[in-house]
């Protein structure tokens, strides 16, 4: 509980939140989204114990119907108009009712322009820095210039991950105790899942283990091509020999699982030409109700990136007790700790060992590597990453006040 009175309870003072829920206001929820609305969810769970918190979150249109519901400190406000949202109409209704907020919380990159009332913003990672030609333009534009002056101009900064917390300092030259590392978790799931419902998914798209899952969008900035590449060298060379459950490496599948994003002709076109492409398979979007079979299936799930904000695929894949078979880069090693196989995302041969390793690996040590696994997933956790949230929004309202 946050200890928001320095007294008793019957002379507490009034801490007054507004949160910007944009991010978390939009219904198929990826990547920033998800993470805005996981850490609402949670905000809203903890003030219901602290009856001196009152929160308003701000919206451009009507909150959905999974929002959490109001509550008597807990309200929601629609800003008009739409366009320009963080550039023009929450400024201005900051500025008109600034005496109503102590302080302000954005779970997403674009906090408002100019701000009447102190903030604390977020970043997921500084991917458009350093692949910009992987974005269109106008979003590496709009990216660099929103979220600098955002992070320079907030309070605080949530970071997703120790190693987004580094690029935060080394990019915009923020010190350690302005940046809050508050990572994601996993929504839980489900894995109650129907058993027929999933044989049909897997009959209908050609599917039968063992196969290797990348779950996620298709983008260039996730591998992939190198990843195809690995799977051809391990299927098109000389190792012989069965797993433990006595399977030949001929069997392999590999699924690539999840929508096609921006950029991803090349990726379309290895897999066209592939010599191996009758074993590499496309599901398209996968619903969430199919991702718990789909990664417990896996021999392993994979994320290759050498790039990653936090890696959330690797933390739902040990909590369906698949290994995860990840790069040795970014925040990656942070998440997977040692309950997975590590590769040089650089090197397809690196990549191709991890895929021998993972499937060739006994029952004794996948069952280790398992164990470890559900630890690490017990780590994260979004009711302690929005504690430490609102702990430091406390913390800055007492400053506005006092000063």
Not at 69 to 88: A, D, G, L, M, S
Not at 157 to 175: C, D, G, M, P, W
Not at 348 to 356: C, E, H, K, T
Not at 363 to 371: I, Q
Request: hydrophobic share 40%; charged share 20%; with cysteine.
């Amino acid at each position: 509980m946050v200890q928001a009175t320095s007294n008793s309870q019957s002379n507490f003072k009034k801490i007054r939140l507004a949160l910007d829920g944009n991010e978390a206001n939009v219904k198929n929820r990826v990547g920033s989204n998800a993470y805005a609305f996981e850490i609402i969810k949670a905000l809203w769970k903890l003030t219901a114990r602290e009856p001196q918190i009152s929160v308003i979150t701000l919206l451009s249109t009507p909150p959905i119907a999974d929002l959490p519901p109001e509550r008597t400190n807990w309200h929601y406000r629609v800003i008009t108009p739409k366009p320009f949202w963080t550039q023009w109409a929450l400024p201005l209704h900051l500025f008109w009712c600034r005496h109503e907020y102590d302080v302000l919380f954005t779970p997403g990159h674009y906090a408002p322009r100019i701000s009447a009332i102190p903030y604390i913003s977020s970043v997921m990672d500084l991917a458009f820095l350093k692949y910009p030609d992987s974005f269109a333009k106008k979003d590496y534009l709009q990216l660099k210039a929103w979220t600098e002056y955002s992070v320079k101009s907030a309070q605080k900064v949530v970071a997703i991950s120790n190693f987004t917390k580094q690029e935060i300092r080394r990019a915009y030259h923020r010190l350690d105790n302005d940046i809050i590392v508050a990572p994601p978790s996993v929504t839980e799931l489900n894995s109650r899942f129907n058993h027929h419902q999933f044989e049909k998914f897997c009959q209908k798209i050609g599917l039968s283990e063992p196969y290797f899952l990348y779950l996620g969008t298709l983008q260039p900035r996730k591998n992939l091509v190198s990843l195809i590449e690995a799977f051809e060298q391990i299927m098109m060379g000389s190792t012989s020999g069965v797993n433990p459950q006595s399977a030949t490496v001929s069997d392999l599948k590999l699924v690539l699982a999840g929508k096609i994003g921006w950029l991803a002709d090349e990726i379309i076109q290895k897999i066209a030409v592939s010599p191996v492409k009758n074993q590499i398979i496309l599901t398209g979007f996968i619903s969430n109700q199919l991702k718990y079979p789909l990664y417990s299936h896996a021999t392993a799930a994979l994320m290759l990136s050498p790039y990653e904000g936090f890696g959330i695929p690797a933390l739902e894949a040990m909590a369906a007790g698949t290994l995860p078979i990840v790069a040795n880069s970014s925040s990656l090693p942070e998440v997977v700790g040692k309950a997975g196989v590590l590769v040089n995302p650089n090197q397809v041969g690196s990549i191709a060992n991890g895929l021998l390793q993972a499937f060739y690996m006994s029952e004794t040590e996948r069952a280790t590597l398992k164990s470890l696994g559900k630890g690490r997933v017990k780590k994260f956790s979004w009711e302690a990453s929005a504690k430490l949230i609102l702990k430091e929004l406390v913390s800055l309202t007492d400053q506005s006040i006092s000063q």
